[in-house]
C-alpha cells in the first residue's frame, strides 16, 4: 500500500495543497457508474488510514456484492487533503479488483450448472497476486495455486526437459512431498494416456478444442481430476464446461478483466 501511495504521490500532492487550505473537513461517496460485483472496499478504506488518522470510512455494500448503475458503495470522510490525495490510489485498487470480481461472476454463472469450477491462473499483475485471487473468490472463483511453492504443474518445457510425461513424473514423485497434488499439464490425447499410465494426480488439458476435451474426460474416466484451460472466453466457456471436465482454469480473469467505472465525489466540505 506504501509503494502505491509513493508511486502516485512523491514527494507530495502539489495540486491539493495549493487549492485546498490546510484543516478542511470533507465527505465524499464512492459511486459505481455500471453494473458490476464490488471488490475492494477494505483495501480502499486502507489507502486513506495509510495518509491520516482523521478518516471515517462506512462500506455501504458488502465485497461480492453486485450493484447497479449509480449503486453508492461506501462513504468517507475527514481531512480533505487526505481524500484528494488518496483518491486515484483507492480507486485503482476498487476499480481493478471489482473488475476482476464482475468478469469471474459473470463466467462462473455460466458454469455453474455444469458442477464446474472456474478457477484463476498465476498471470497476475505483479506484486498484487493476493488481492487479485481475493477478487476472483469475491466474484465466485477458486484460486489455482497461488505461486511456484505450493502445487506441482509440470508444464511443455518441464516434459521437453525431462525427456517425457513419465520422466517428468517420476522425478517429482522423487523428491515432493506425498501431500502434494502432481498435475500434468497435456497437448493430445496420447499425453493423457500417458500421464495416466505415470499416475498423475490431475491432468490439464491445455488448448484442445471440446471434442478433443470430450474424449479425454472418457479416457479419464473418473482416474484423477481434468482441468481445462487455454483460449478459454466467455463465447466458448460453456461448450467446454459440457465436456465433462472438473476444473476450467481462465488466465483473462485477472490479466484481461476491463476496470469496473467507478467515482469518487465530494459531496460536502467545511473549512477550518
Known amino acids: 500500500m506504501q509503494r502505491a501511495l509513493a508511486e502516485d504521490v512523491g514527494h507530495g500532492d502539489l495540486t491539493t495543497a495549493a487549492v485546498v487550505p490546510p484543516g478542511t473537513k470533507a465527505r465524499a461517496v464512492f459511486v459505481a457508474r455500471e453494473r458490476g460485483v464490488v471488490a475492494g472496499l477494505p483495501v480502499a478504506e486502507l489507502v486513506f488510514r495509510c495518509l491520516t488518522s482523521d478518516v471515517e470510512f462506512r ?9 447497479a448503475a449509480g449503486g453508492v458503495l461506501a462513504e468517507v ?5 487526505a481524500l484528494l490525495t488518496g ?23 455460466l458454469v455453474r450448472p455444469y458442477g464446474v469450477r472456474l478457477a484463476d491462473t498465476r498471470k497476475t499483475t505483479p506484486g498484487l497476486r493476493v488481492l487479485e485471487k481475493y477478487a476472483v473468490r469475491v466474484g465466485g472463483g477458486y484460486n489455482h495455486r497461488f505461486g511456484l511453492y505450493d502445487g506441482v504443474l509440470i508444464k511443455d518445457n518441464h516434459i521437453r526437459l525431462a525427456g517425457g510425461v513419465r520422466q517428468a513424473v517420476a522425478r517429482v514423485r522423487g523428491c515432493a512431498p ?4 502432481v498435475e ?7 499425453q493423457v494416456a500417458e500421464a495416466l499410465e505415470a499416475g498423475a494426480d490431475a491432468i490439464l488439458l491445455d488448448n484442445m478444442d471440446p471434442p478433443t476435451m470430450a474424449e479425454a474426460v472418457r479416457l479419464v474416466k473418473g482416474k484423477c481430476l481434468v ?35 467507478i467515482s469518487m465525489e465530494i459531496q460536502g466540505w467545511s473549512e477550518a
Open 77 to 81: 470522510a475527514g481531512n480533505a487533503r
Open 178 to 181: 506425498h501431500t502434494v497434488r
Open 87 to 109: 483518491e486515484r490510489t483507492a480507486l485503482n485498487f476498487l476499480q481493478r479488483l471489482s473488475g476482476i470480481a464482475t468478469l469471474t461472476a459473470r463466467l462462473a454463472a
Open 59 to 67: 462500506t455501504l455494500v458488502p465485497d461480492g456484492q453486485e450493484v
Open 227 to 261: 482441468e481445462a484451460s487455454g483460449g478459454i472466453n466467455e463465447e466458448n466457456i460453456e461448450a467446454v464446461a459440457q465436456t465433462g471436465v472438473d476444473v476450467i482454469s481462465v488466465g483473462a480473469l485477472t490479466h484481461s478483466a476491463r476496470a469496473l467505472d
Open 184 to 190: 500434468v499439464e497435456v497437448e493430445d490425447l496420447a
